[in-house]
Every structure is written in C-alpha cells, then in structure tokens.
C-alpha cells in the first residue's frame, strides 16, 4: 500500500526547501542593503528579485497548506507553540513587502522605505531561524496539543539559529548578486562574500557541536549506523564547498559563488531531516501519528499534484524570461 505520509512529508520537505533557496536570496538582498550606500545601486538590488519576490513566497504557502491538509496535529501544535514568532514574521514580511512596492515610487521618503525593507529582511530572516531553532529543541506535546508555555520558544540556541539564519540569507543574496550583477556592486559583492561564508561555517560549526551534546537523542541518530554513514561525509563536503565558494569569489566567477552556496545550503538541509526523521514534531510524533485520515490525504495530494506542475512551470519561466544581468540605468520592472 501507498504510504501517503511519506509521499506528503517529502512533497513539504522539497516546498519548504525550494522556499529556503528563492526566498533566501530574495530576503538575503534586503540584509544586504546595509553594505551599499548608493541609491542607484540598491535600485540594481532590488531590480534583480523585482520579477520574482512576491513568487518566491508561494512555496511557503504550499508548505503551509501541505501541513494543514496532511498533518494537522502539526498545523495546529507547531501554530501553537510559535504563535508569537510566526506572527511577528509575517508581520515583518508585510512590511517588506509594502517597503518593495512603495521604495520605487518614493522621492523625499525613501530613506524611511530602505529602513523597513532592511527592516523587514532582516527580522523576518531571524524569526525564520528562531522558529528552526525552537523546532530543533523540542515541543511538548501532551494528547496532541502543544502543552508548554508561550515563550518556551525564546532561548539562546533559537537566538543563535536566528542568527544562522540571516547569514545564509545573506550569503545567498551576496552570490545570487554577483551572478546578476557587474561593475562597482558585483566587486563589492565579491569582496563580501568570502566573509559571510566564514561566518557560515563558523555557524555550522557551532550547531553541529551544539545539538548532539544537548540532544542525546539526536546524537545517538548521528552517531550509530546507518545515520552515521550518512553523516561523514558532510562535514568534508562543507569545508570543500566553503574553500570553492572563496576561490570562485578570487576568480571572480560569476555563477559558481552562488551555485556552491546552495550546496552548503543543501548539505546543512539534508543534515537536518535525517537528525529528526521519522518525527514530525520533535522530539517523540512521528510523521505516521500525526498524519491526517487517508482519505484526506489522497484528496489533497490530487490537488497538489495538479497545482505543483503549474507553480513549478511559473517559477521556471519567470527566471527564464528575466535571466540578464540588471545594470544601473535600467528601467527596472516596477
């Protein structure tokens, strides 16, 4: 028989990836703005994801739904637990957004729309990892409901991650600017970049040694056969990606920076649903526990797999169409 879960929990580990890839990128230019003063050259910043910002937010979407429909004893333990976090993310996302659309039509204000959409970056990058963080730790659940305090998500290994998180934005954002970039903000991109890798290994580092001594169960995952066969090879790949990214950037290779960046994204990803797997809810509901009905589950998945073609199509054709470099003096696409 068809294992519907695992069919729903890969279906939401990819959305919630692909989200991590396109959106990071997107929020990691907000971060970024900071390091360029020129107004011209933040035009360039923000003209580059201009096509696909508001896009790129559809994989969460997804992932949210895919929860809802598939597993909701997550949907409303993990809601419950993150409330505040997750509210305060799409709080700072709408003010992101409004600053993206409002920053190109500003005269006199738009110091005032570069404040909210740095803003909104980076607060919404850190809530991101803050809720990783949380998730990592644990939820307590009690008859499947989420049985902890309000602000049990608040410590500091969910500060650190939140940390963690808007490094990787913004070692996304850094290489996806090179790539789309030239001249004076594609060299100061090149010269930034070896810094914030630095700091992601030093991050990696830091949760890697972190999480297994204050998680027993995890370490035990990582540490014991097969788990452990996965594992050792990804702490070599991660200095090796981290040395090819910093030569790319000494090269000034332009789509190899980024390119390297998704793979350390992509290892540190992988890492982390093998620690959790089977358990959807750290640290004891698996995915099969808190499954919805089988009925329930084919019903969305005939729509999902309807509704996925077509959101990867538009994905695809809104890069494809838009795939230059954006230079300053462009019209820009607002």
């Known amino acids: 028989m068809i294992d519907l879960s695992l069919i729903w929990i890969v279906i939401i580990a990819i959305g919630v990836f692909i989200y991590v890839v396109l959106d990071g990128f ?3 230019i907000g971060i970024l703005f900071p390091f360029i003063k020129n107004q011209q050259e933040r035009d360039v910043m923000m003209n580059t994801v201009a096509p696909v910002w508001d896009g ?5 979407v997804l992932g949210g739904a895919g929860l809802f429909a ?3 004893m997550v949907y409303s333990a993990v809601l419950s637990a993150l ?7 799409v709080i700072a996302l709408i003010f992101r957004g409004v600053a993206f659309e409002f920053r190109f039509k500003a005269n006199r204000s738009k110091p005032l729309w570069d404040a909210a959409f740095i803003g909104g970056s980076v607060l919404s990058s850190f809530l991101q990892g803050v809720i990783l963080g949380a998730y990592i730790q644990g939820i307590n659940i009690v008859d499947g409901r989420y049985a902890g305090g309000g602000l049990d998500w608040l410590t500091p290994f969910s500060l650190f991650t939140g940390v963690g998180v808007v490094v990787v934005y913004a070692a996304l954002g ?3 600017l090179i790539m789309k970039t030239d001249d004076v903000l ?18 990696f580092i830091a949760v890697s040694i972190y999480t297994p001594m204050a998680h027993p169960i995890i370490a035990e995952r990582w540490f014991n056969p097969p788990q452990l066969l996965y ?32 793979a350390l994204v992509f290892l540190a990803y992988t890492g982390f649903l093998i620690s959790i ?3 959807v809810i750290p640290p004891s509901i698996t995915i099969w526990d808190a499954a919805a009905p089988a009925n329930s589950q084919l019903f969305a998945l005939i729509g999902a797999l309807i509704l996925i073609p077509i959101i990867i199509i538009y994905t695809i054709m809104a890069y494809w169409v838009f795939r230059d470099k954006v230079r300053v003096g462009d019209e820009g696409y607002h």
């Open 26 to 28: 997107d929020l990691g």
């Open 56 to 60: 790129n937010e559809t994989w969460m």
């Open 70 to 72: 598939a597993f909701p």
């Open 83 to 89: 409330y505040l976090p997750i509210i305060l993310m």
């Open 174 to 176: 850094c290489g996806w």
């Open 186 to 203: 594609q060299s100061a991109m090149y010269r930034l970049m070896p810094r914030l890798i630095i700091a992601l290994l030093l991050i």
């Open 231 to 262: 594992f050792s090879p990804v702490p070599i790949l991660v200095v090796v990606f981290t040395f090819l990214t910093i030569r790319a950037c000494q090269k000034h290779q332009e789509s190899m920076p980024f390119l390297y960046t998704l």
């Open 277 to 279: 797997f089977p358990y």
